[in-house]
């Protein structure tokens, strides 16, 4: 049985355990989904207001990406779960409509990485994609507030093995 408050793996954190997110150590995330017990999960005012303000940037980068790439987009508001594994979860930004496909909206501030689909941002897609099983993942991205890109990435069977067995070595190896 879990100690913490363990709600799964999501997305961007597949970088972390595979050690390509410097934000994060995987000791700090273990410590986060395992080890804390049920602390007070109310937000601070300053977490809720992060939050709001991170929502309202994805809603012009989807606004701005539905005109620059012509598709139309659907929220989706409920969290995906894995069918196979339970602990694989991840919070869609939109869903494309009329292809098999998501979006996954970034804001980079600072030192934005050369390519937008960096190593990290693509094993997000990967995650996401198994989870939600669609064949592709658009990468919408802001820029330090002045530039803006979308690229695709196409679904990858290996990858995506990799990420399985490393979240369930993440997860089997916490979960006793």
Same mark, same amino acid.
Request: proline share 1%; aromatic share 8%.
């Given at each position: 049985?879990?100690?913490g408050?363990?709600?799964?793996?999501?997305?961007n954190?597949?970088g972390?355990?595979? *050690?390509v997110?410097?934000?994060?150590?995987i000791?700090?995330l273990h410590?986060?989904?395992?080890e804390?017990?049920?602390?007070?999960?109310?937000?601070?005012?300053?977490?809720? /207001?992060?939050?709001?303000?991170?929502?309202?940037?994805?809603?012009?980068?989807c606004?701005e990406?539905t005109?620059?790439?012509?598709?139309?987009?659907r929220?989706?508001?409920?969290i995906a779960t894995?069918e196979e594994?339970?602990?694989?979860h991840?919070?869609v $930004?939109?869903?494309?409509?009329? /292809?098999?496909s998501i979006?996954l909206?970034?804001?980079y501030? *600072?030192n934005?990485? /050369?390519?937008?689909? $960096?190593d990290?941002?693509?094993?997000?897609?990967?995650?996401n994609?198994?989870?939600t099983?669609? $064949?592709?993942?658009?990468?919408a991205?802001?820029?330090?507030?002045k530039?803006?890109?979308?690229k695709?990435v196409?679904? $990858?069977?290996?990858?995506?093995?990799?990420i399985?067995?490393?979240e369930?070595?993440?997860?089997?190896?916490?979960n006793r």
């Amino acid at each position: 049985m879990v100690n913490g408050n363990f709600e799964g793996i999501y997305g961007n954190e597949i970088g972390i355990i595979l *050690g390509v997110n410097k934000s994060k150590s995987i000791n700090e995330l273990h410590l986060e989904k395992f080890e804390k017990k049920c602390e007070n999960k109310d937000e601070s005012h300053k977490e809720k /207001e992060i939050n709001y303000l991170s929502e309202t940037i994805k809603e012009i980068i989807c606004k701005e990406f539905t005109i620059r790439s012509g598709k139309k987009v659907r929220k989706e508001l409920k969290i995906a779960t894995d069918e196979e594994y339970s602990f694989m979860h991840c919070k869609v $930004d939109r869903r494309i409509v009329g /292809e098999n496909s998501i979006l996954l909206c970034i804001i980079y501030s *600072g030192n934005a990485p /050369e390519d937008v689909i $960096d190593d990290n941002v693509l094993l997000e897609c990967q995650h996401n994609m198994r989870v939600t099983k669609t $064949d592709k993942c658009y990468v919408a991205c802001l820029i330090n507030d002045k530039k803006f890109e979308f690229k695709e990435v196409l679904r $990858d069977e290996k990858i995506i093995y990799k990420i399985i067995d490393e979240e369930k070595k993440f997860y089997c190896t916490n979960n006793r």
